[in-house]
Structures are given as structure tokens and as C-alpha cells.
């Protein structure tokens, strides 16, 4: 199980958070076809992947303003709990959580859920990022 949590511009707490229990793939963008949709002008159409690929995740950078970690732009890496990526250079901030199948982890919920922050009201997987 992969989580995926959107961590607030100026104090990186987070905001709002997706968590996968079943997929191999989740695409980050601004396109409506990527699992999680962040609206923000330095997000590309199909910024980033993440792949799993023999039980290790992998974070794939597809975006033209570049995915950034500890502000070195990376292509390709491995996704570790805990690691946050920006994409582009100023844009949003997520941090990966990563729960092997025994359940060991501190992340729960189903695919698409809001973290306590969010009205319970909206379900969608779109995001306004400014």
C-alpha cells in the first residue's frame, strides 16, 4: 500500500492524502486521468509515476519543470517511507508513505481518502494547489 500526502506550502503539515491499497502504478498531474490531480501552473499534464516493480516502488519523473528531492532534480529513483518530492522547483510538496502487505505502517484508509483536515463532504481526487 502506497499513501501519498500533499503537505502544506510554508509549515509541511499535511494538507490532504491518497492512499492506494491495490495498484502498481499512480500518476500524479494536472490531467483529470492521473490518480491524483493537482491543479497548479508548474504541474505538468502527467508530472509523475510511481511504479511498483518487484515489491519496491519506484518514483519516475515525467513532468518538463522536473521532480526534485532535497532540491537535486532526479529522473528516476527509489521511493522510500518517508521521502518527500516537489514537483518543479517551487511547485507542491508529497510525501510517500509506503505499508508492506503484513500491514506494518502507520497509514490506513482506502483509495482516494482525505485526511482529517478535508470537509468530509468532498470525495473528489482534484486538488487547487497555488
Known amino acids: 500500500m502506497i499513501t501519498l500526502i500533499l503537505l502544506?506550502?510554508?509549515?509541511?503539515?499535511?494538507?490532504?492524502?491518497?492512499?492506494?491499497?491495490t495498484e502498481s502504478v499512480v500518476r500524479v498531474g494536472r490531467s483529470t486521468d492521473n490518480e491524483v490531480v493537482l491543479y497548479s501552473a508548474v504541474v505538468s499534464r502527467h508530472h509523475v509515476e510511481l511504479r511498483q516493480d518487484n515489491g519496491q516502488w519506484k518514483v519516475i519523473n515525467l513532468g518538463t519543470n522536473g521532480t526534485y528531492i532535497e532540491g537535486k532534480r532526479i529522473e528516476k529513483c527509489d521511493a522510500?517511507?518517508?521521502?518527500?518530492?516537489r514537483l518543479a522547483s517551487s511547485g507542491p510538496k508529497?510525501?510517500?508513505?509506503?505499508?508492506d502487505a503484513d500491514g506494518d505502517g502507520a497509514n490506513q484508509g482506502?483509495?482516494?481518502?482525505?485526511?482529517?483536515?478535508?470537509?468530509?463532504?468532498?470525495?473528489?481526487?482534484?486538488t487547487l494547489v497555488n
Request: hydrophobic share 30%.
Open 94 to 99: 508529497i510525501q510517500i508513505r509506503l505499508e
Open 80 to 85: 522510500k517511507d518517508g521521502l518527500i518530492i
Open 8 to 21: 502544506h506550502p510554508l509549515q509541511s503539515v499535511p494538507v490532504q492524502n491518497w492512499t492506494f491499497e
Open 110 to 126: 482506502r483509495r482516494g481518502k482525505r485526511s482529517s483536515t478535508m470537509a468530509p463532504h468532498d470525495r473528489s481526487k482534484d
